[in-house]
């Protein structure tokens, strides 16, 4: 039986003036905001836990090479209600972790 080699994947976090570089593989975390949680731990960040209604856990793509893979739960009324917009502003829950985000650049809001 052979297996796949797990693909390692990168994500660079800037956040208070500081840059973590992460290295995460497909579906070790359920969404990008939960990477950031558990690695690098930011007061209030992700209140909801994911159900993409809070509007705490915000990020602005700097840089991504693909089109991301994303979860459709109220993010565009949260967006909303928050008042922050632009077309590179996202609820970081609402993003998997998976191939096309590797190489990701955020920053968060
Ligand atoms: S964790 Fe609440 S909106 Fe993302």
């Known amino acids: 039986m052979t297996h796949t080699p797990v693909k390692d ?3 660079t ?7 973590h570089e992460i290295k995460t593989y497909a579906n070790e975390y359920r969404s990008l905001m939960m990477l950031i949680y558990d690695q690098i731990y930011t007061e209030g960040f992700g209140e909801c836990l994911g159900m993409g209604k809070c509007g705490t856990c915000l990020v602005e793509i700097i840089s991504s090479s693909h089109e991301l893979s994303c979860y459709e739960r109220n993010e565009e ?10 077309k590179e502003v996202h609820l970081s829950c609402q993003i998997m972790i998976d191939e096309y985000i590797d190489g990701i650049k955020v920053n968060i809001i």
Request: charged share 15%; with cysteine; net charge positive.
């Open 77 to 86: 009324m949260t967006l909303l209600r928050t008042g922050i917009t632009g």
């Open 9 to 11: 994947i990168s994500v």
């Open 13 to 19: 976090i800037c956040h208070d003036g500081k840059i």
